[in-house]
């Protein structure tokens, strides 16, 4: 399949009027359609669930030291090594602008980075992901082929067009706007194929569960639109769920944090504390050692540390979630979430009684730094003049409508003495403003 490599998108304006339009007319059709198109997304490629995708294993090389494939060009596994180690790079809320993907695509793509410490004056070599997980949002602002192309497939395409064995392997969760289009584009994408520039994809639905070294698990959930998991992702789970072991720890990738969204709304809308992500949790026995998710574009974390028998920090059974949505959409701020903590907030039908509280250790941009990005947003109708236009006029429409009700010589009819109404009406009742 050819794409066309020079397109350089620039940053979604998400202000013009036409924009704002267009998607809002695409997120109703979403929202309205998309459940009926999922399942026809799942009939297509079949009923049975996918097996998880095994990384405690070694993989199998033959007499040359050659790196033995399957018929699909997929590894196979030695089942007599155990593999030592898995890196993992995660990515989310991308396929805004060309230079900002492609500037993340860039760095996880080369095959080390060294990353300075300025609080301890150390640096650490990392190397490049085994694995690459999408952690949702892949394309903005609404999901089709040509968004795909031009925002995602380009320049990722550009950074690491293909790769030597053993080659990465990519998989992707699917966020609300992945879900534009009833999932359609993404699956073409990510299920549908064997490659995605330099990384394979062995991917076959939009959920999917990884084994890792170590009794790690790595699940990637697709909550459609409205935050909650269906019968068949459920059953998926509950059966991966029956494959661990006493002790096992799970990373949980979700397309939101909800444990943001239901501290903060939970206390007014009780649903945001019944969603299934919840059950999942109760499912998994509190094996969730770490909850990592997009959506809002920035990076914060929560920890628990619970304390052992003598009353001592037990850090070995750290509990992180962690917000990551950098992958080069424009930028959420921090200080607008105040609290410093974050209560569980549990059905009592579907969690035990005790409730853990995270502390916030980490913002990104940290809040001041948020707040003094947030001043420019004074210059906003300078920056956006087009809405600027567009929403002075609505407003002048309005205020035609609200001070020439009670105006003491009711205008004939004509443009001009409305508008001579209006202003003064404007200039002289201040306080009906």
Known sequence: MRYDHTARSGMVNWYNPKQLIVTGIKTLLSTLFGLYSYFRLIEAYGQSAPRFKDYSKAIKQDEQGNYVTDKQGFYCLDESREREEVWIDYVSDLGDGFNSTYTIAYYLSRPTLCLEDNDSNHSHITSRGNILIFGGDQVYPTANKKAYETRLI?????????????????????????????????????????????????????????????????????????????????????????????????????????????????????????????????????????????????????????????????????????????????????????????????????????????????????????????RGNLLFLAKNKTFGIVTSIIYLMLAFAVFGVDSPSPPDGSFGDSLVITIYKATHSINKL
């Open 154 to 374: 380009t320049p990722y395409y550009l950074a690491m067009r293909y790769s030597e064995h053993s080659h990465p392997q990519v998989f992707a969760i699917p966020g609300n706007h992945d879900w534009y289009d009833g999932l359609v584009a993404f699956t073409r994408l990510f299920c549908s194929r064997k490659w995605f520039n330099g990384w394979q994809a062995p991917q076959q639905k939009s959920y999917f569960t990884i084994k890792l070294p170590h009794h790690w698990w790595l699940l990637g959930t697709d909550v459609q639109l409205n935050s909650d998991i269906d019968g068949p992702k459920i059953k998926f789970f509950e059966s991966i769920a029956e494959q661990m072991q006493e002790g096992d720890r799970v990373i949980l990738c979700n397309a939101e944090p909800y444990w943001v969204s239901s501290s903060k709304y939970g206390e007014y809308d009780h649903t945001y504390n019944e969603n299934n992500l919840f059950f999942l949790e109760k499912l998994l026995k509190k094996q969730i050692q770490v909850f990592i998710a997009g959506d809002q574009h920035h990076y914060r974390r929560f920890e628990f540390v619970p304390e052992d028998s003598k009353g001592n920090p037990d850090h070995s059974k750290k509990v992180v979630k962690i917000t990551a949505g950098g992958g080069g959409a424009f930028l959420h701020p921090t200080h607008d979430f105040k609290e410093q903590c974050i209560k569980e907030h549990f059905s009592e039908q579907i969690t035990s009684k005790e409730k853990r509280i995270f502390r916030r250790m980490k913002d990104f941009p940290d809040q001041q730094k948020s707040r003094q990005l947030c």
